[in-house]
């Protein structure tokens, strides 16, 4: 979500190129719309078209925050709180951020069925925001020690990474 930069008036567009980009590259395409119809064309596709051919690449890069893998689809959205934190001294342009996210959300649960998982990272607790009302099916895995290695600090990856910092009392 940070690399749609910091204007919530072109969100919309924003992601919605996203998508259309993203449907290009793997031989498809998807109608010109907003975040919403985009999402959901862009799932649709991949779920109908798709459902049996893998477009997981060796190294996903931030372009392939969608895959399909079989019959799996799996949503990566990175840094889902920017649109909101890169405005957040703007009330108006924070409003209409979580107004934006809020819809783009909603759809991402209404394609819920077609779905697998959807993975988000942010700094912000989303419990907090109210962009995801309609999904009440989210679970916050960052503090859980099974997944701390791939979201959050182990306890031996502090001492490898930060033991000089820890040894000078910073």
Known sequence: MNSFGDDPSSLNRSISIFHRRFAKV?????????????????VEALYRNFA?????????????????DRT?????????????????TNHDKLDKAK?????????LKSCGNMIDRVFITGITKFAQLSVFPAMN???????????AAICGYTHNGILKFYSQHLDAGL
């Open 52 to 68: 049996d051919i893998p477009i997981v690449t060796q190294t996903i890069q931030i372009e392939d925050g969608l895959f399909s």
């Open 137 to 147: 099916n989210l679970r916050d895995i960052t503090f859980q020690p099974r997944y």
């Open 72 to 88: 799996i689809i799996i949503v990566l959205i990175e840094e889902y709180d920017a649109p909101i934190i890169n405005n957040i």
């Open 99 to 107: 107004q934006t996210l809020h819809g783009f959300y909603n759809a």
């Open 26 to 42: 793997r031989g498809f395409a998807i109608e010109e719309g907003n975040s919403v119809d985009s999402l959901a064309a862009t």
